[in-house]
């Protein structure tokens, strides 16, 4: 039987792709719920919101490698760009166990969202390999980085898409990055990725900026709260390059890191943990496990440990509906891009918990890229002090603007961070009209 035409124009034109449905699970789902929650304030902007809804490309790529007992492996990557209306691309690669296409979308789109509230003139992309790391040895990692970056080296480029290190990525894996695509361009091309080593047109304060970021938010915020956050307890989850770097700057302040969780278990410490040494400790044994002076926890009695910041530094949808009531901190940090799902925020939203949102709390690490990126365009470095400046300076000045929306329409840090940005992505779109 054939289809009448009107009935066929009906059915193509509201088969939604699976992945424009809100109940669509996982971290896009939580994506596309905070864009329905910000629409009601972008005025006469909203009729472009279906923009920031689908991804401008998403490439799927096989990443086969040779492994060292001589056998095949075939591992599935991803290069995702949400949005490219205010820039090129921009956004991490994250090498893990659990990387889906929901995944590297949604972190995408909160690249395009933390670009914005920011104001870098870039879009958000992200990339990743379904893959444990832990796995390879290093000749197996450098194979599978090289031909990851030759399969999306057809999308990526210094003005394109720029990605940079996430979880499970760091400077060796953007030098080979840089080294793979330079090498099939036929020229050297620094500003390809950021994040790389410092001999190699790397940023001075790159590796420690999302940390850095993540305690400046944390001190603005805390004074909103009257919280004096050097006699703050903070518990970290996630002791890497963003929770690792949190907690130091923290201690330093004179703050009291009580709980530590990672990959590899939960310690505690009611009086502190001794934060340099625990640093040391994870490098030279991989995870916090089997750190002296301080108490094993059960992973799930992180959330009910006593502090009054509390910073999410590791993976998505950890602060979920069934935790959200154990926490006793005054106050949430999103070092993660996505950890609290939109039940908890809601949870944590009445029981008054400020949550400050990954979308500004992490957004320290791509603003020194975009340094790294400017550095390397004009072959002239900074110091340090001057990038840890100006990096203070833009995180302060996009959480007062932030703050003040909040005020002005009631509502959470997280819905005032996507007015400000999806206004700005939105503004772009339409000074920039549709092509054709
Ligand atoms: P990383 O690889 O340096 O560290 C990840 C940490 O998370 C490790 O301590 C690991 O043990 C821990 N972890 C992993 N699985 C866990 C689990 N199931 N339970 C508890 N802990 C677990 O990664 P990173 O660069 O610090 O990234 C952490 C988060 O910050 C990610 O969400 C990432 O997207 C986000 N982020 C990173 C940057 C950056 O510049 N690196 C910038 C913005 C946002």
Redesign the pocket.
Known sequence: MSIPAASAKATSQHALPSYLNPEHHGPWGIYLQQVDRVTPYLGSLSRWVETLKRPKRALIVDVPIELDNGTMAHFEGYRVQHNTSRGPGKG?V?FHQGVTLSEVMA?SAWMSVKNAAVNLPFGGAKGGIRVDPKTLSRGELERLTRRYTSEIGIIIGPTKDIP?????TNEQIMAWMMDTYSMNEGATASGVVTGKPIALGGSLGRRE??GRGVYTVGQEAAQHIGLDITKAKIAV???????GIAAKLLAQAGATVVAV????GTVYNASGLDVPNLLKHVDEHG?VQGFENAEVLPDEQFWGVDCDILIP????QQITAENAHQIRARMVIE???GPTTPEADDILHERGILVVPDVIA?AG??TVSYFEWVQDFSSFFWSEDDINARLVRIMREAFAAIWQVADENQVSLRTATFIVACTRILQARELRGLYP
Do not use: I
């Open positions: 991490g994250r972190l940079a290190p996430d979880v499970n900026a999302t989850q996630g002791f890497g390059n963003v929770g969780q990672d990959h590899g995870s530094a590791a993976l998505e070092g993660a891009n992490n690490g791509v």
